[in-house]
């Protein structure tokens, strides 16, 4: 059989044909795809800023199943299910991109620090620690030791909270001596003061030196002192922090006349708190400086007149209530009730409230339950900022 070219040659025109049409088919259908990629990712961005965030999601979803190879559709997709609180799914979307071998290995390790941002929300804390130990050394570690600190704080670890803070602290990332301080007081209050004192004592020391401005070191370590039956080594405590950390007087000032009852020092610490209440007035520094005034040989009635001075230039619910409540009135049977709605009406007046998140609280904390924020509570009642 003979080979026929001219064959060969009235064929290369279709073949040409064939392909160009090929081509633009396959042209066509990629720019259908990429029109509608980017489509749907604006429109989820759109939803998001109106804070439509269900709308949103599905925009992304159909994005992300029109190219999913797109990481930062993954990643904008898993970060809307955290701030949702879906954070199963937000999960499945981190964990999906790890399991990916095309990821550089930056996005590898963003994905690491979103995958442990979820375990954070959820409160999955083992699982979280995990995930953030595995970004040591990438440009995620300052924030994920950030993070751990929080973790261990959260989880009342203290131990690896302040080896977590001395290398923040050693990377330049600020100072954590109050809360290494902090850290050192909790410990020692975990310790049976009866049995453990002298370990209590021992890290309470550690803590004063660890922050000399701090306050809660020494008011620990002079309670644990008087609790051991030393109240003058408890008034020493005291007085000593009473010139280290005057910010934090309000807190001092009870403890302060009750050690110095016990101790024989009335008229001393009465001299030091007049001192104080001369430089800065505060409630409790006027609550102590009347019990000191009542233990005075014939001051017991004059004591009481430190309300009324403080009324004058203060004007204060608190304190007149507990002027009142020592006052006979024109019709004293019904005092009582009187003295029992002024008591009503102050007692939001007195409590302690956080400078970061506003949460109040009858007791002063050093670590606000709120917002898990340090040193967020002033030393002063809230009638007072």
């Known amino acids: 059989m003979d080979f026929d070219a001219s064959l060969i040659l009235m064929g290369l025109p279709i073949a040409f044909g064939l392909g160009w049409l090929a081509s633009r088919f396959d042209m066509r259908q990629l720019r259908i795809e990429n029109r509608q990629a980017p489509k749907a990712y604006f429109k989820g961005l759109n939803f998001l800023l109106n804070e439509q965030q269900d709308q949103a999601i599905d925009a992304f979803i159909e994005a992300v199943q029109s190219d999913p190879d797109t990481s930062e559709l993954h990643f904008a997709l898993g970060n809307l299910f955290r701030r949702r609180g879906e954070y199963e799914r937000a999960v499945r979307v981190h964990e999906h991109l790890l399991a990916r071998g095309d990821l550089s290995d930056d996005e590898r390790d963003r994905a690491q620090h979103a995958l442990a941002l979820d375990y954070l929300k959820a409160g999955l804390l083992d699982r979280a620690e995990a995930a953030l130990l595995k970004l040591e050394g990438?440009?995620?570690?300052?924030?994920?030791?950030l993070a751990l600190l929080a973790n261990y704080e959260r989880s009342r670890d203290w131990t690896l909270a302040a080896e977590i803070a001395r290398k923040l602290e050693v990377a330049g990332q600020g100072s954590f001596a109050g809360r290494l301080a902090h850290y050192l007081c909790e410990q020692a209050a975990t310790l049976d003061a009866t049995v453990q004192n002298d370990q209590a004592q021992t890290l309470l020391v550690q803590a004063i030196a660890t922050a000399p401005n701090a306050a809660r070191a020494r008011i620990d370590l002079a309670h644990l002192q008087f609790v051991m039956g030393q109240p003058l080594k408890a008034y020493g405590t005291l007085e000593e922090a009473l010139k280290d950390a005057p910010q934090s007087i309000g807190l001092m000032a009870q403890p302060f006349s009750l050690y110095a009852i016990e101790a024989g020092?009335?008229?001393?610490?009465?001299?030091?708190?007049?001192?104080?209440?001369?430089?800065?007035?505060?409630?409790?520094?006027?609550?102590?400086?009347?019990?000191?005034?009542?233990k005075q040989p014939n001051k017991p009635t004059d004591a009481?007149?430190?309300?009324?001075?403080?009324?004058?230039?203060?004007?204060?619910?608190?304190?007149?209530?507990?002027?009142?409540?020592?006052?006979?009135?024109?019709?004293?049977?019904?005092?009582p009730q009187v003295q029992r709605a002024l008591d009503h009406a102050v007692k939001p007046l007195k409590r302690y409230r956080c400078a970061a998140c506003g949460f109040e609280a009858k007791q002063h904390f050093w670590h606000c339950p709120g917002c898990q924020a340090w040193d967020s509570y002033p030393a002063r009642r809230v009638e007072e900022l």
């Open 138 to 145: 990438t440009r995620f570690e300052a924030q994920a030791r």
């Open 265 to 294: 020092q009335t008229e001393a610490a009465l001299q030091s708190l007049k001192k104080a209440y001369q430089s800065a007035p505060s409630l409790d520094v006027l609550d102590a400086i009347v019990a000191l005034e009542a």
């Open 304 to 335: 009481r007149n430190w309300y009324v001075h403080h009324l004058e230039n203060h004007p204060s619910l608190v304190a007149a209530a507990q002027w009142i409540a020592g006052e006979k009135l024109e019709h004293e049977q019904f005092h």
